[in-house]
């Protein structure tokens, strides 16, 4: 992430969305009150992250039950999402694009992917997972049609980079970029650059130093 | 990520994966040497940053014309490979599934997927992507058969829980899990719960408060 400066650190908005789809599940399940420690071992952290956590966004209603559930999904709601919409578009319709609308669509998420787009003929005119596929050279109108604010780069990695001016021109405000080419973006462009190479990395280097750890006792 | 501790933090794990990528690229256009700004540049981050990282491994080799990216790459393989290939299961072959094969197959990493799993009988059985799927009933023995280490869980959220006690059963030692459900796993057993929406939220945030800012001034 880049380019935009915040008092509430990344790693905590991060914590704050996967709370909300816990605390969610929770309330489906009719689950009223939850405690910190509880909401914490269902994340693998400490109780005290989650209450530093919920201190930074202001949340102090711990009562002798536990935080109640719909009183705080409501609250980091109102901290996470926009009091609009956001609209997203995805650039890109191979296996990635049309897992992650696949993905997306029908989640109940404030945030909706309504439009695609490729450059394959066959998809182009086309509607995929309910979701209208344009030809890319249509971007710029179709991003105003639209009122696309953010984008979501799941193309090629060899054609990545040509797609910076096109979405600066469009005006689009936020990019999670799947591709593995990390991008940069004028400032006032929010960036999420993210290959998942590198967590796969990550975990398969943790499980080697795991495993020479072992040999080690 | 949980369980297992390090003296490397996993940030700067998630950023030498990125730096051998980029890296990768630079060799395959004939660069030679690349300075630590340069680098940075790259990666949207501080020369500082790169520095940091590059010394907490040990790598202090910079000279006059910036790093070597040949001894560079090696250098950070060293760190982040296993002196054996580790072998990788794929749970569930839906469209994130698929899309994650495809994604990996043909890229050349030390990380290889080997099988996957699913329970739909019109993909068991089948070679998707050139990788054999076989019936989740038959897991445990289809991870000793192809000496799987890792599996990426891309299965339906609702069934990710009953995925566990079979992972630990079969010796699994690293989880990546792009399902929505965050799942504890006992010690010794590496996890990296991502769900997307995190990634797609956290970009809205900053957007949004970005706008904020702008209104503002």
Sequence with gaps: MSNISNNIP????????????????????GIKHIFSHVLAGMHGITAVQVRRDLMLIGFSSDTKKGYDVDVLIEFISAILDSPSAMNIGVIGMGHLGQAITKYFNGKGLKLRIVASFDVDADKVGTTIDDIPCFDMADFESAVIDHDINIVILSCPTRVAESMVVP???????????????????????????????????????????????????
């Design 10 to 29: 990344e790693k905590t908005i991060e914590r704050l969305s996967e709370y909300r789809r816990t605390l969610i599940r929770c309330h489906k399940q």
């Design 167 to 217: 979405i600066v021109n469009a005006g689009i405000k936020g990019v999670l970029n799947f591709t593995s080419k990390p991008l940069n973006f004028p400032l006032g462009i929010v960036v999420e650059n993210y290959d998942i190479t590198t967590l796969l990395e990550k975990v398969a280097y943790f499980v080697k130093e795991g495993e020479s750890g072992d040999a080690a006792e």
